[in-house]
């Protein structure tokens, strides 16, 4: 009897650590197919990959197979490979040429025609969130203000921006810096925001710049485009990691890192970017530089089909309070406005595009910052080359900013 009983309780014993090693197999296994599925929405079948030595592996895939047509709203769309017009600035003065920059890829090779370079997703990438369905969104303490700024949901903001008005797009020159950011999933970037609506109805078109580990893993400054239609609850994402935005351009990569960038007290780089609405489509163009990056479609939106009421430009960044303490994350060149050219980050040649769609200087401009010991923003003064510009920026915490 005590044979038997011994080997009955070894048996219970044995299948119970089957049970549990099935069990946690069929876990893993399950796991494994939605990391696997979701690769797969995500890298499409290329015609050719490149290595770049950042550690990116970029995908040449064509340009009719590309994630924005995975939409429901875009099984049917027609792709519209340039837009009917570039708006035309109004002013007589000459801008400051921006220097060209290129993304760390391009040393490596370039895309075929008739193909879009998109930067491989990896199943790390997938694993580093909390949740793999944030993948590529804002995550939950960065989602931006509404109708009001409220920093307790550990956003900063150093901006200036446009409202009571109708836009219909903006160019900007951004300079461009790789901040230090404190822990992985808190982030630092420059853009414009084109914005419309308010709460779970916010539109919002942006694009610019962005040191952000969690989702890149690494520190370099790399340039992104986001939108969502619902207050970034539901829709939007960063680059191309959801469907939506639509790439034409064979030659830059959003989501990929750029090979140079500013020195304090030395050679300073900017990137130019404009978004404009194309009246005739609805669609919503891209460029960066002189380079016709793609477009948002129209159908992706709600109250953004009437234009946008409100324009911003400048920087952000996520505070998780590390340690009960304000975060040590850089805003741009991480120093204050004050110090001027070379020491701190500048936002030059603000235009927005009217009811004409004609480049024009924007009036009745507003500063804020929300915690000026932290992060500051200072109206400039460097000459008529320059336009309306602003100096903003900081280092997080301080003796002012504990």
Known sequence: MMRMASFTVALMVIVATIAIRVDGHEFSH?????????????????????????GDVIDCVPITNQPAFDHPLLKHHTMQMRPSFIPESDSTYINE?????????????ECPDNTVPIRRTKKEDLLRPKSMKRFGRKPHHSIPRTTTFDP???????????RNGKFYGTEVVINLWKPYVQVPDEFSLAQTWIVSGSGSSLNTIEA?????PELYDDNRPRFFVYWTRDGYRRTGCY?????????????YSVGGAYNIVSRYGG????????????RKTGNWWLRVGKDIIGYWPGKLFTSLGNGATR?????????????GKHTSTDMGSGHFAYEGYKKASYVRNLKIVDGTNTLREPKSLYYFADKHNCYNVKTGNAG???????????????????
């Open 30 to 54: 399950h796991q494994e197919v939605k990391i696997l599925r979701h690769l797969k929405r995500l890298n499409k079948p290329a015609v050719k990959s490149i290595k770049s030595e950042d």
């Open 97 to 109: 040429e921006t220097k060209t920059i290129n993304q760390v890829w391009h040393k490596a090779g």
């Open 152 to 162: 307790t949901k550990g956003h900063q903001y150093a901006i200036m921006g446009a």
């Open 208 to 212: 610019g710049w962005q040191v952000y």
């Open 239 to 251: 680059n191309l990691l959801c469907s939506g935005f639509v790439q034409t351009s064979n030659r």
């Open 267 to 278: 050679t300073q780089y900017d990137i130019s970017i404009l978004i404009w609405k194309d």
């Open 311 to 323: 324009v911003e430009w400048g920087g952000e960044i996520v505070n998780l309070k590390t340690g």
């Open 384 to 402: 008529t080359s320059w336009g309306i510009h602003f100096f903003y920026g900081g280092p997080g915490r301080n003796v002012k900013c504990p």
